[in-house]
């Protein structure tokens, strides 16, 4: 495929994300519920508003409250105060900064903001998708490439976090964890110090978009590195000391400005903004309640974790060395998280940062997929497809493991 034909190819699905997510979002109006910058959204996004228009001294007390406290004022210094980083933020910036451009409501907040979260969202949904495809393609054939990206898309929240709640952070990690993967699995041509150098920018940028993701990343670039053919410990050895200052110096960049937030908001530069909300024992009782909770359990959402889990070890595949233990640490750190369902949302939405790596054993080898799979990935698909158009809210009544509220979503009308 030449390269006119990937960029119009990109354009046209690029264009139908957008299409479908202006579509989903064109009744919500700013400082409402189903606005792009609401509760969490907000709080990620509100380092662009803080430092482009009210540069961090004059931010209005008003928008904390309605903006759905994502972030808040301090009473007495007036500093804005977000407990999200900055990475998603920075990717939403060409978006954002485009539309403060056009927009003649210069508030940060009017309708021209809103809607360009949504095109930053479809952006790297798509644009992760894309580098998906022709890593992917490496070891599949392009129909069953294209049958296991909608598998990623759609039996997960990938799609819902791209297209519906495009504030969030899932999807700009996804965009990055897609990319780290291709520079493993596919031979660019490119020097081990360009693969690299954008490896560590892209695993900054990663960390800074959710710096809890770090527990992941490491044990996976350790893997990759271990048993990748085109990027590898070897390739080290390739990388010269100045190249390595460069490196680090980058990733240093990316890094910098959320270490010069925490000493403005908290006064130091190593700071825990996430300090007010503590861990406790993960008991049996808290870890099933985590995977199979009516509200937002883990397995209860994305079942299609099990059919990967039930291959990887059929298959004996290598990549179970990572994905079972990436998985018994997610379980572990979420069993213990104050917030079994990590508030309202659309499952478990964490494991939307890493679910690629669950999809490794599938995806990148040559094994053959049995046809029980086959019908099970398609069965995810139309489920939460079906789940996804449906959903609308939170599930505030299924309290005392009671799945009504859960049926009657999966069951009733598309929204």
């Not at 004059?58 to 977000?82: N, Q, R």
């Not at 022709?134 to 069953?144: D, G, Q």
């Not at 791209?162 to 504030?167: D, H, M, P, R, S």
């Not at 969030?168 to 964890?177: A, E, G, I, K, R």
């Amino acid at each position: 495929m030449n390269k006119l034909k990937i960029v119009l190819c990109f354009l046209i699905i690029y264009a139908a994300m957008c299409f479908v997510s202006l579509n989903r979002h064109s009744h919500a109006q700013p400082y409402s519920y189903h606005s792009e910058l609401w509760a969490d959204k907000a709080g990620y996004n509100v380092y662009l508003p803080s430092v482009f228009i009210y540069h961090n001294v004059s931010f209005p007390d008003s928008l904390a409250a309605k903006t759905g406290y994502g972030f808040e004022i301090d009473s007495l210094s007036h500093k804005v105060i977000t407990k999200y980083p900055y990475g998603v933020a920075l990717l939403q910036s060409p978006f954002w900064l485009l539309a403060h451009a056009l927009s003649t409501d210069k508030t940060g907040y009017s309708i021209y903001y809103q809607r360009s979260v949504d095109f930053a969202g479809c952006f790297y949904l798509t644009l992760g998708l894309f580098f998906l495809f022709f890593t992917i393609r490496e070891f599949r054939s392009k129909s069953l490439t294209i049958l296991l990206l909608a598998t990623i898309a759609f039996s997960s929240g990938i799609f819902y976090y791209g297209i519906f709640e495009t504030g969030m952070s899932h999807v700009y990690s996804f965009c990055c964890l897609s990319v780290i993967l291709f520079l493993f699995f596919k031979n660019t041509g490119h020097s081990s110090f360009i693969k690299f150098l954008w490896l560590g920018i892209l695993s900054a940028v990663f960390v800074m978009i959710r710096p809890v993701n770090i527990l992941f990343l490491a044990p996976a670039l350790l893997f990759l590195l271990y048993y990748s053919k085109h990027l590898n410990f070897a390739s080290l050895k390739t990388v010269t000391l100045g190249q390595f200052v460069a490196i680090g110096l980058a990733c240093f960049i990316i890094v910098f400005p959320q270490l010069l937030y925490y000493k403005y908001a908290f006064g130091s530069f190593l700071s825990n903004s996430y300090h007010k909300e503590p861990f406790f024992f993960p008991s049996l009782n808290r870890t099933i309640t985590l995977l199979c909770s009516p509200h937002n359990g883990l397995l209860t959402y994305y079942p299609v974790i099990i059919a990967l889990l039930i291959f990887s070890f059929y298959t004996k595949s290598v990549y179970s060395k990572l994905t079972v233990p990436l998985l018994i640490i997610y379980i572990i750190l979420y069993a213990s998280w104050w917030s079994l369902s990590l508030g309202c949302g659309f499952g478990h939405r964490a494991i939307n940062d890493i679910i690629i790596l669950l999809f490794l054993p599938v995806c990148f080898s040559n094994v053959k997929i049995p046809k029980l799979f086959y019908v099970l990935f398609l069965l995810f698909i139309v489920i939460n497809i079906k789940f996804m158009f449906s959903y609308d809210g939170c599930l505030y009544k299924s309290d005392n493991w009671s799945y009504s509220e859960y049926f009657s979503i999966l069951f009733g009308e598309f929204k």
